[in-house]
């Protein structure tokens, strides 16, 4: 897999990820006492990250041949990459 195509597999998964955080933000306000969280917005951040993390590495991992550190290193680094955008749709909603 070359670099762009793993970009714009990182960015769609992102893209899915953030289009959960309006779903996980009423479900935590809904849930206040199972969850208990102090925060809702920093654990859906939490949340977005991890799966936008997960997500990107299984893509990667699922490559006929096992991903290097430098591929596992490039794919954390374009997740991380969009951090600034995933913080503002969190946490101007």
């Keep these: 897999m070359n670099e762009q195509e793993l970009e714009t597999i990182i960015e769609q998964t992102i893209s899915g990820a953030v289009l959960t955080i309006p779903a996980y933000m009423d479900e935590i306000?809904?849930?206040?006492?199972?969850f208990?969280?102090?925060?809702?917005?920093e654990f859906v951040y939490g949340l977005v990250m991890g799966m936008a993390l997960g997500l990107s590495g299984a893509i990667l991992s699922a490559q006929e041949t096992t991903p290097t550190p430098e591929e596992q290193i490039k794919v954390r680094d374009l997740v991380y990459k969009n951090i600034p955008q995933i913080r503002e749709r969190i946490f101007n909603c």
């Design 29 to 34: 306000k809904e849930n206040k006492e199972t």
């Design 36 to 41: 208990k969280v102090e925060d809702p917005k």
